[in-house]
C-alpha cells in the first residue's frame, strides 16, 4: 500500500512537472509563445508592443492611402504637369472633403491654410466625393510648391470671407442708376471686381454676358460689376469691349481696402440677406458655385 502511494505521489508530480513545462515553454497565450517566467520579459514587452502598433493604425489613413492616385510622383515632376493636373482635378472653391496627410478628416480651413504654407500639396482621391489629402511636398519641387501657395493664398482670403456681412454700400453706375444696400435688399447680388488692363478679366466677358443673359428675367439677382477705372475710360473702353453688368467705375479703394480684395477677377455671390454666399477667383469657378447653391436655388426662382 505505502508503494502504491508512492507511487501515485511520483506520477502526480511528474504530471505538474510536465505542465508547468509545457505550458510556459511551448503553450502560446495571447499570441505570444513564453519562453520562461525569467527568461527574455523583454522579448514578451517586445512582441506585445508589435501588436500595439498593428492595431493602433488609424483605418482612415490606410484607406486613403489606397485612394491616393499611383501617377502622384507623375504630377509633381514638373509645373506644367501639375498645372494639368491642378485644372482637371482641383477646385479648392468647391465643398469637399478635407484630409490631412495621415487621411484624418479635418476642416476645410485648416486644410486651405496648411497649403498657404507651401509645404503640402492638395491631391484628390479615387473616390466618388469631392475629397483633397494633403501630400508632402520635398525641397526638389520649390516652383510647383510657390505656385500652390499662391492659389491657396487667394482661396483661402476668400474662405474667410465667406458668410461675413458685405460691406455697406451706395453705388451709381455709368447710366446713373443707384444700387444701394437698401434698395437691393432681399435680392442675390452676382458681383464682379476688375479693371481694363486686367486680361483675364476682360476674357471672361462673353461668357459673363451668356450668363447675364441667362439670369436676367430672374427678379431677384441682380448684377453688379466694380471696377477700378475712371468713368471716361471706362465708357470707351466698354464701346469696343460688350460687357452686360451695370459698370461702377472708380471702386478701387473699395476692392482694396473695404473688401481687402487683391486678385482680379474676383466674383461674390451675396444672398438675401446681404451676407457673402461664395467668392470665387475665375468665371468657371463662379458658374460651378451657381450651379451647387442651395440656398436658394436660383434656378427655381420665380416659377
Known amino acids: 500500500m505505502k508503494n502504491l502511494l508512492i507511487t501515485i505521489v511520483t506520477i502526480a ?4 512537472i510536465t505542465y508547468y513545462v509545457l505550458d510556459r515553454v511551448f503553450i502560446p497565450k495571447n499570441g505570444i509563445n513564453y519562453v520562461s517566467s525569467t527568461e527574455s520579459s523583454s522579448s514578451e514587452s517586445s512582441s506585445m508592443e508589435i501588436e500595439e502598433d498593428n492595431t493602433s493604425s488609424p483605418k482612415a489613413s490606410s484607406i486613403a492611402n489606397e485612394m491616393l492616385p499611383e501617377d502622384i510622383d ?6 506644367e504637369n501639375w498645372n494639368v493636373y491642378y485644372d482637371e482635378n482641383i477646385d479648392l472653391s468647391s465643398n469637399f472633403i478635407a484630409l490631412n ?23 484628390k482621391l479615387l473616390t466618388g466625393e469631392e475629397m483633397y489629402q494633403l501630400y508632402e511636398l520635398d525641397d526638389s519641387q520649390s516652383t ?18 465667406e458668410g461675413t456681412k458685405f460691406p455697406d454700400f451706395n453705388f451709381v453706375d455709368l447710366n446713373g442708376t443707384k444700387f444701394t444696400s437698401a434698395n437691393t435688399a432681399e435680392k442675390i447680388i452676382i458681383m464682379k471686381c476688375w479693371h481694363m488692363n486686367d486680361k483675364p ?19 431677384d ?3 453688379l460689376s466694380l471696377a477700378f477705372d475712371s468713368a471716361s475710360k471706362l465708357q470707351k473702353f466698354l464701346i469696343k469691349n460688350e460687357f452686360r453688368y451695370p459698370v461702377i467705375a472708380n471702386q478701387k479703394n473699395f476692392i482694396e ?13 451675396i444672398d438675401e440677406e446681404g451676407y457673402i454666399e461664395k467668392m470665387v477667383g475665375s468665371v468657371e469657378e463662379l458658374k460651378e458655385a451657381l450651379n451647387k447653391m442651395s440656398a436658394p436655388d436660383i434656378s427655381e426662382m420665380n416659377q
Do not use: M, Q, R, W
Request: hydrophobic residues 35%; without cysteine; glycine residues 4%.
Open 13 to 16: 508530480a511528474g504530471f505538474g
Open 74 to 79: 507623375n504630377y509633381l515632376a514638373s509645373e
Open 101 to 123: 496627410t495621415e487621411g484624418e478628416e479635418i476642416d476645410k480651413s485648416d486644410f486651405l491654410s496648411e497649403l498657404t504654407s507651401g509645404d503640402f500639396a492638395p491631391i
Open 144 to 161: 510647383i510648391a510657390e505656385t500652390i501657395k499662391t492659389n491657396a493664398d487667394i482661396t483661402y482670403s476668400y474662405y474667410t470671407k
Open 201 to 219: 478679366s476682360i476674357s471672361e466677358f462673353a461668357t459673363l454676358n451668356d450668363l447675364y443673359d441667362e439670369y436676367e428675367a430672374y427678379e
Open 221 to 223: 439677382v441682380l448684377f
Open 257 to 269: 481696402n473695404t473688401l481687402e480684395i487683391s486678385h482680379l477677377p474676383t466674383h461674390i455671390i
